[in-house]
């Protein structure tokens, strides 16, 4: 019975100490938060990332929060409530010039475009001149502004003058253009690759306008967004997400099959999801930081002189860190 006993005695420490190194495995795994908005294309990513426990990979735990608004996630942002949200590069600018301390990770160049029905008669920006345009996003929308832009650099054409321009959410511009009440409409890219699948074609896309601008090439428009002091104390864990968001694009890049199963969360099949697969994928950043932000530098002064302080706020130029570089 001794014996019995000792060997008891033995497989209780044994599992203990096993029980102790899990633990401490789990404990490793920090946890980073990331604020989403709840239907936002960027679920795509994070499901695919949580799906192939690519953040395990990295040792870290995403957990992956969900906001009604982009507003929301900027509040959740600024009061410490989420590590990483998503937003972009003019904002965390505009952040810096007042204080803060926000940096930007390139997610996607991903953009959108001024859309008209195939058969249509318009074939360029000229010919946008008094006819109705829908724009989502605003009269300060940078893709608005950008469009803006280049109809006067390229066509001498005031856009909002000479125009009629109807403002609205990105799903009702959508539905009203397939009811035909829009001669065009410029929406977000997803909205866009969805009317594409559905007798609708790119007349000029936001990156066409910024090429024509002085853009060198697709600049990313949004990014991973975080405190430079969060990435400071807490370096294996913004390296270790930045790894799993790279591993989850090339899944998404180079995976057909991976798009299937992503279907419902994108809530597309067939030719929709063809068309979203694609766009998404042209969108995955591969550029060297340094030719983004020279990019995001000139597309900013432009910008600023469109919008003006009601867009970029105090600063003049793009704010010094904007764009995050590891150590």
């Not at 990332?49 to 040792?59: A, C, P, R, S, V």
Request: glycine residues 10%.
């Amino acid at each position: 019975m001794t014996g019995l006993y000792q060997r008891l005695f033995r497989f209780c420490i044994l599992f203990v100490l096993a029980l102790g190194f899990d633990t401490q495995a789990g404990l490793a795994a920090e946890t980073v938060r990331v604020g989403v908005l709840k239907f936002g294309t960027v679920n795509w990513e994070l499901d695919t990332i949580k799906q192939h426990k690519l953040d395990e990979k990295y040792g870290v735990n995403v957990d992956v929060r969900f906001f009604a608004s982009e507003d929301a996630t900027n509040v959740a942002m600024m009061a410490g409530d989420v590590d990483i949200i998503v937003t972009d590069w003019l904002w965390v600018s505009r952040q810096r010039a007042s204080g803060e301390d926000l940096t930007f990770v390139p997610y996607s160049s991903s953009v959108g475009a001024l859309m008209v029905p195939d058969g249509s008669p318009i074939k360029s920006l000229a010919d946008l001149k008094g006819k109705k345009i829908g724009v989502a996003g605003g009269p300060l929308d940078k893709s608005w502004l950008l469009m803006q832009g280049y109809a006067k650099h390229q066509f001498s054409l005031d856009l909002p003058a000479q125009s009629e321009i109807v403002y609205g959410t990105p799903p009702l511009l959508a539905e009203k253009a397939q009811q035909g009440e829009l001669d065009a409409v410029l929406n977000f890219w997803n909205f866009c690759a969805r009317l594409e699948a559905n007798g609708f074609h790119r007349l000029v896309s936001t990156s066409d306008a910024a090429k024509a601008l002085g853009a060198t090439g697709d600049v990313s428009a949004i990014g991973y967004i975080f405190h430079d002091k969060w990435a400071d104390a807490h370096p294996d864990a913004i390296a270790g997400f930045v790894k799993a968001s790279r591993d989850a694009k090339a899944l998404l890049g180079s995976s057909d099959e991976e798009w299937q199963r992503l279907a419902p969360v994108v809530k597309a099949e067939g030719h929709e999801l063809d068309a979203l697969r694609d766009r998404y994928r042209e969108g995955i950043p591969d550029r060297p930081i340094e030719d983004e932000q020279a990019d995001a530098t000139k597309l900013y002064a432009i910008l600023a002189d469109l919008g003006g302080e009601r867009l970029v706020g105090p600063g003049k130029t793009l704010a010094p860190g904007t764009f995050w570089r590891a150590d």
